[in-house]
């Protein structure tokens, strides 16, 4: 790659723009799709899918605590199963318009005054020579008005994705000053936002968990926070989302503070289809999970703001709080969770086993027998189930969890992980956490937020806000900083 100028940018970014986050997107039309079949075969195959793909989930998991050549050609043998009935399906469907080129004239047509769309690539090279870096950072910039696209390298080796960014995560971590990381991931992307006030970004690489709003200019002080507005997005593709394709409903589903020691046969947390397999998780896991009451709160207050905004709420709590009684949900406008998550990064999962929820029951000690796990739920909903919820309609989801939007990165189909499933699963934006959050001032935050989307319904207007209204009460970034929102909000 070269810097800006080449007369071939237009065309690379075009290519970009057309293929970035492109198996997300083809999973969710593929779902749109089948949901407007009109084929009883059709549906029937559907309904397989899904509760194969439940059986998967499941085998994976057990798999994954006690491995055996069995449960590996059960593993073998549904997966078959699943492709074959895929297979069949994509047949039936029609073509989709994925394929076709983006140019990147149809997202600067989007753009007001004042506004960019930032480009962002990751470049990892097939062949090593000790001249050049192995991976390379550059950016695309589309202006309105300009002819051609902006193209330029924001940096390059192995630092930028390890030491760099370990640095910027300790110093977010202890809350102490970071002079380098500005320098490192902002500077040369700032030098082209002069005059600009909003950027639309599309992340690739490290940049998919670091929050750019919390890296601090050294020369003046100030926060990118308060320079420009950031507003992330999956892909340009987003942009050319239509106001009709964006469905506003007014209902709201609040689950918060689960009773984790319930016991897994109490109340309704059974599991929705009899032949599939719940598995524990480990005695150390679930020895570290401490009850939190902040959560209660939290989903009483939205509840409350919501109510009186006119919406339609429900509310799950302690026993409530379960897997069973969220994957009964079928698309609220907006699902909040408020609970622990989990990112078991050095596990050996599959992708989607790593990240989880932690719900009702999750604690429970008392051992089940193998005929109550064909009954009841394990009290991890991992993003793997997620994946397989109901919500093509719902506009917004809010983790309200540690580390929920981190996973495991994918070269130009971004982090794979809760905020990726929750996506997958139908929903336009999903609110995430990339570290450890303050109880207290996960409250605040929230409260904030609430507060000003459930007047405006603006969901970046809103996040903008609360992390400023949390900045006032906790001036660290590692409060207010933490959250990030992603897709087409």
């Keep these: 790659m070269t810097e800006r100028g080449d007369d071939r940018v237009g065309e690379i970014l075009n290519k970009v723009i057309q ?26 195959e559907v309904k397989e899918i899904r509760r194969l793909r439940d059986k998967l989930a499941a085998f994976y998991q057990v798999n994954q605590k006690n491995p055996s050549p069995a449960i590996n050609d059960s593993i073998n043998r549904l997966s078959v199963r699943v492709a ?25 047509s989007k753009l007001k005054k004042g506004e960019v769309y930032l480009e962002i690539v990751r470049v990892q090279r097939t062949h090593f020579t000790f001249d050049k870096p192995k991976v390379q950072y550059w950016a695309f910039v589309i202006r309105p008005g300009e002819n051609k696209p902006g193209f330029f390298q ?30 490192t991931y902002w500077l040369k992307i700032s030098e082209q936002l002069k005059g600009v006030h909003t950027v639309m970004l599309s992340a690739d690489g490290v940049y998919h968990i670091l929050n750019p709003v919390t890296l601090q200019n050294p020369a003046t002080q100030k926060f990118v926070l308060d320079e420009i507005e950031v507003k992330r997005v999956s892909t340009g593709r987003d942009l050319l989302t239509t106001t009709s394709e964006m469905q506003t409903g007014k209902s709201i589903v609040l689950v918060g503070n689960p009773q984790f020691d319930m016991s897994r046969k109490q109340g309704n947390n059974r599991y929705l289809s009899n032949e599939i397999v719940p598995v524990e998780a480990s005695e150390t896991t679930r020895a570290g999970i401490s009850a939190l009451p ?26 409530e709080a379960n897997e069973s009684n969220v994957k009964k949900l079928k698309n609220p406008a907006v699902l909040h969770l408020a609970t622990h998550g989990q990112f078991d990064q050095l596990s050996k999962a599959d992708t989607y086993l790593k990240s989880k929820l932690i719900l009702a029951g999750a604690a429970d000690r008392e051992p089940l027998s193998v005929s109550d796990y064909e009954l009841y739920e394990d009290g991890f ?3 793997y189930e997620v994946t397989q919820l109901d919500l093509p309609e719902t506009q917004l989801v809010v983790l309200s969890a540690c580390e929920t939007g981190l996973g495991e990165i994918q070269s130009g189909e971004g982090v794979w992980g809760l905020q990726r499933a929750f996506q997958l699963a139908g929903a336009r934006s999903v609110m995430g956490s990339l570290w450890k959050i303050s109880d207290e001032a996960t409250v605040t935050f929230m409260e904030a937020f ?11 207007e809103a996040y ?17 900083g933490a959250f990030t929102l992603i897709g087409a909000n």
Aim: charged share 30%; no cysteine.
């Design 464 to 480: 903008q806000q609360a992390m400023q209204t949390t900045r006032f009460v906790y001036p660290q970034p590692y409060y207010w």
């Design 294 to 319: 902040g959560t209660k709160k939290e989903v009483e207050l939205i509840r409350i703001k919501a109510a009186e905004s006119g919406f339609k709420t429900e509310l799950l709590t302690a026993l």
């Design 19 to 44: 293929t970035k986050g492109l198996i997300l997107d083809a999973t969710r039309e593929q779902e749109r799709q089948l949901r407007r079949l009109n084929d009883r075969v059709a549906l029937a």
């Design 154 to 183: 924001i940096g390059e080796g192995d630092a930028f994705e390890i030491r760099s960014f370990r640095n910027y995560q300790n110093r977010v971590r202890t809350q102490l000053e970071d002079t380098d990381s500005y320098n």
């Design 450 to 460: 609430y507060k000003n989307y459930l007047t405006t319904a603006n969901i970046s």
């Design 84 to 108: 074959d009935l895929e297979q069949a399906l994509n047949r039936k469907l029609g073509t989709s318009d994925l394929l076709k080129p983006v140019p990147w004239q149809r997202v600067q």
């Design 381 to 383: 909903l991992t993003a």
